[in-house]
């Protein structure tokens, strides 16, 4: 009964107080043991805690165990950093208590993992050794020692597995699914910590999130940290060296290694600042960073960045692009060196200088393109700055652009240039009076400006349509832009094939966008015959035609709906049609257009006198309905004849597809149709 009882025996002990050091629970404990454990180690001793708790941990339910050389510690329910494990255990099968030190040499701890361990205490020394060895290969020592106005710890980590650890790290980042760590880190502090320092090398580390939108792979490198505490204040430093592996940071893709970031700076109850800071990326360049991060997520209070000599290329490849694909700048090549300097304060950018060398940009889709820009932007938030942008050429849509030089005017986001002139082929595009500015709903910008001729002839050449004669030129009145919509107030009037262009209503919807879309009404008048058909090899026609676009609505530059007319123009001139216009009006007309000849001998004359020249399409769903100058039971006249011999060309279908329509032009145009006169 009595040695029952004894094997019984338990000693309560209750902890109600934070335990600000963990020492003293580790004290009491050797002291308890030392004194009752020779005695009763043969019985048996066991006595209980019932709750320890510290600003790192809180345990509920200890019980501590000696059996003969037998040691099991059982912790009911263990709370770290936010994780709770319950029944975890950690079992000595030949603990050694002596006056000097309490070894436990091979212990497995349970209930978090199955992790072999050992510890050393010396109490004279208030020193502490731990380690863990979860798997071959693998350890984690910690040794920790204390004297009367301090503390100190040393984390030495050997080929650390940081996936075992994933579950310490916040909710909201990605998840650590592989890669080691071998470094050693030190904390050192009185009441509370005060100082540590560490350094860390990383391999095979990789990482995502359920979205797929963070994710690392095979990453290596090494970070250098240190910070001291200093009254209220911590000075830091830290040096991350990435090295290896490639990154997604939803829209940046950082395909391999070779980034650098070193910093300093102080740290306070409701700040983060940063003085001196260097960030080197491979394939960009580098930049000196400083500033004020308000703690809790706020916006930082001001921010300073300058870069010296950015390789542009990069700077657009890795940390541009995948912010513009969806626009007209998401493909572009982009050359040429920069300097920058960028300062943030009270939540708005106060200054951005840019000043750009030897620069090019093309459009991969061979829309647009500059080169030898230069560009001196000394923008300021409160203070008017004069720049100069200068461009040694490039292209628009295939046409030369020359030497461009353009005095800016700024002020906040308002900017403008009094006048620039960009040489055009053999032309000038003057633009006048540019303005533009930036409001809460977006940026706004307006102009006006000319076109002095332009030979059409090269003009045609440039776009690769078949040579075109006379010039181009135009009249641009004010031309605005707001909301994504481009509209110009007035008509643009060009003049075209000896007669003149009216282009009114002219809105621009989403023009930087992929699918552009443009309506317009557009009139012409008293175009040269002549010249229209000699420039697309339709067969020789003279005379006059005016032609009316209305409704007219392009969607990514494709029609989709307009009401075209074309007549032959009202006055004297001559009316001569050959028998090539002929054939090529009549196929135009698809499957039944026919010639009626006044006698069956005519068709072997070269060319043919008219009355009237016209034909219509209204396209709607994709579907042309075509009508003449005149209407005939079965169809609609599209040639009158008139004259000696004169002749006379009837279509009879009504409806045609659109892409039928211009598969008929292209193969008209080409040459490649032989089709049949009766």
Request: glycine share 12%; with cysteine.
């Amino acid at each position: 009964m009595g040695r029952s009882l004894v094997k019984r025996l338990s000693v309560v002990c209750h902890f109600p107080f934070p335990m600000l050091l963990h020492r003293r629970a580790m004290v009491g404990l050797w002291l308890l043991l030392l004194v009752a454990a020779p005695p009763l180690a043969a019985m048996g001793l066991t006595f209980h805690v019932g709750d320890m708790t510290s600003p790192v941990f809180r345990a509920q339910g200890i019980t501590v165990s000696l059996q003969g050389a037998v040691l099991e510690v059982r912790v009911g329910q263990l709370r770290i950093h936010g994780n709770t494990w319950r029944r975890v255990r950690l079992s000595c099968p030949n603990v050694h208590i002596g006056k000097e030190e309490m070894t436990c040499s091979h212990g497995v701890l349970t209930g978090i993992g199955r992790w072999p361990l050992s510890f050393h205490y010396w109490p004279a020394q208030r020193r502490f050794v731990l380690r863990l060895a979860p798997r071959p290969g693998e350890s984690w020592r910690l040794a920790a020692r204390w004297r009367r106005h301090g503390w100190t710890g040393r984390l030495t980590v050997v080929h650390g597995r940081l996936r075992r650890w994933a579950r310490w790290l916040p909710a909201r980042l990605p998840k650590v699914t592989a890669g080691t760590v071998d470094g050693v880190f030190a904390v050192s502090g009185g009441s509370t910590l005060t100082a540590l320092r560490g350094t860390a090398q990383f391999n095979g580390v990789a990482f995502s999130d359920a979205s797929g939108l963070h994710a690392g792979d095979k990453l290596g490198g090494k970070l250098t940290f240190a910070a001291q505490q200093r009254g209220s204040v911590w000075r830091w430093t830290a040096d991350a060296d990435w090295r290896t592996g490639e990154v997604f940071w939803q829209p940046l893709y950082f395909a391999h290694g070779g980034q650098q970031v070193r910093v300093s700076g102080r740290l306070t109850d409701d700040r983060l600042q940063i003085n001196d800071g260097t960030i080197h990326l491979a394939g960009i360049g580098a930049a000196s960073i400083s500033g004020v991060w308000p703690l809790g997520g706020k916006r930082p209070r001001d921010f300073s960045v300058s870069a010296h000599d950015v390789d542009l290329r990069g700077a657009y490849k890795i940390l541009l692009q995948p912010f513009l694909a969806n626009g007209v700048f998401g493909a572009l090549r982009v050359s040429g060196r920069a300097d920058a300097v960028w300062r943030y304060a009270n939540g708005a950018t106060q200054v951005f200088d840019l000043d750009v060398r030897h620069g090019a940009i093309a459009d991969q889709r061979q829309r647009f393109a500059v080169h030898g820009i230069d560009a001196d932007v000394p923008w300021s938030r409160t203070m008017q700055r004069q720049g100069r942008l200068r461009l040694a050429g490039g292209q628009l849509l295939y046409m030369a652009l020359g030497p461009v030089n353009a005095p800016l005017t700024m002020q906040g986001w308002n900017f403008s240039v009094s006048r620039v002139e960009a040489p055009l082929l053999d032309g000038k595009l003057i633009v006048n009076g540019f303005q533009a500015n930036k409001r809460a709903d977006g940026w706004s910008w307006r102009f006006s400006g000319s076109l002095t001729p332009v030979s059409m002839k090269r003009l045609s050449h440039a776009l690769s349509l078949a040579p075109m004669h006379g010039t181009l030129a135009g009249v641009i009145p004010d031309v605005r832009y707001k909301d994504q919509r481009l509209t110009v107030d007035g008509a643009l009037l060009f003049n075209i094939f000896d007669g003149t262009a009216v282009v009114k209503r002219l809105t621009l919807l989403d023009p930087l966008g992929l699918a552009p879309r443009l309506t317009a009404d557009v009139d012409m008048r008293n175009l040269d015959l002549n010249l229209l058909t000699q420039t697309f090899a339709f067969g020789h026609i003279t005379g006059r035609i005016d032609a009316q676009v209305n409704h007219l609505v392009l969607s990514d530059w494709r029609p989709v709906q307009f009401d075209a007319v074309v007549r032959s123009s009202a006055g004297d001139y001559s009316k001569r049609i050959s028998q090539k216009a002929v054939e090529n009006i009549s196929a135009l007309g698809g499957a039944g257009a026919a010639a009626a000849i006044q006698r069956s001998f005519l068709r072997f004359f070269d060319t043919f006198g008219y009355d009237k020249i016209g034909l219509s399409c209204v396209l709607r769903q994709g579907v042309c309905r075509m009508a003449g100058v005149a209407n005939t039971p079965h169809g609609y006249i599209i040639v009158k004849g008139g004259g000696i011999p004169a002749i006379t060309v009837i279509g009879y279908n009504r409806s045609v597809g659109w892409d039928e329509l211009l598969n008929r032009l292209r193969r008209i145009t080409q040459g490649n149709l032989q089709p049949v006169v009766r």
